[in-house]
């Protein structure tokens, strides 16, 4: 059981936006930073946001993200086939003093 | 170029031992803190066990705390999983990465299979 929350899944279409969303509390989200990644089939995870909404070099703006309180959100918009994938956020537990990642959400590109 | 190279994985009997590497190329690992993540078959990513760019502290998941340790050899820019008393839940891909609030650089994953 993940101290963490995400959508098991959400779709969209070509084009479209879509937000993925990640709850937590205030040992974790509430207090420290938020990452996510990308995980395509069969590939290791990569790094799309880190520090709740920094973008890595040749992430491409599509990808956006905020944090308030003990949510955060991905945002990911011109959606293309290319971005089906499954998304995790990851944060730090200061209370058990882990790192924890959300169940996942897996992307559809309609 | 900044690379994480995993090894050692296998398929290993219930309550044996088998040793993970995580060879770093084009970084130091004196530099940043080291991960590993693993991914059972069609689940999630599991975070296992974080080591300090000092080499100081480590912190272990509740999973695997008590039976793994995480070490490393600065000077092979090295850094192992000692995995002992294996079960079937262990059984996973294994992925090392670095870095600290955020893991930016992952290796391709060495995968563990605990069966009798």
């Known amino acids: 059981q993940s101290l963490l929350t995400q959508p098991p899944s959400v779709s969209a279409a070509p084009g479209q936006r879509v937000t993925i969303s990640c709850s937590g509390s205030?040992?974790?989200?509430?207090?420290?930073?938020v990452s996510w990644y990308q995980q395509l089939p069969g590939t290791a995870p990569k790094l799309v946001i880190y520090d709740n909404f920094q973008r890595p070099s040749g992430i491409p703006d599509r990808f956006s993200a905020s944090k308030s309180g003990t949510s955060a959100t991905l945002a990911i918009t011109g959606l293309q086939t290319g971005d089906e994938a499954d998304y995790y956020c990851a944060t730090w537990e200061s209370n058990l003093n882990v790192h924890v990642f959300g169940p996942g959400t897996r992307l559809t590109v309609l | 170029q900044v690379r994480l190279a995993e090894s050692g994985g296998g398929v290993v009997r219930p309550g044996r031992s088998l040793r993970l590497a995580c060879v770093a190329s084009?970084?130091?690992?004196?530099?940043?803190?080291v991960h590993w993540v693993r991914q059972a078959p069609g689940k999630g990513l599991e975070w296992v066990v974080v080591i300090s760019a000092d080499g100081r502290n480590q912190y272990y998941g509740v999973a695997v705390k008590g039976r793994f340790i995480i070490s490393r050899d600065t000077p092979k820019n090295t850094v192992y999983l000692q995995m002992a008393g294996v079960t079937p839940e262990d059984t996973a891909v294994y992925y090392c990465?670095?870095?600290?609030?955020?893991?930016?650089?992952w290796g391709q994953g060495t995968t563990v299979t605990v069966s009798s």
């Open positions: 084009g970084f130091s690992y004196r530099d940043f803190d």
């Open positions: 205030s040992s974790n989200i509430g207090r420290n930073y």
């Open positions: 990465a670095k870095n600290r609030d955020y893991l930016d650089v």
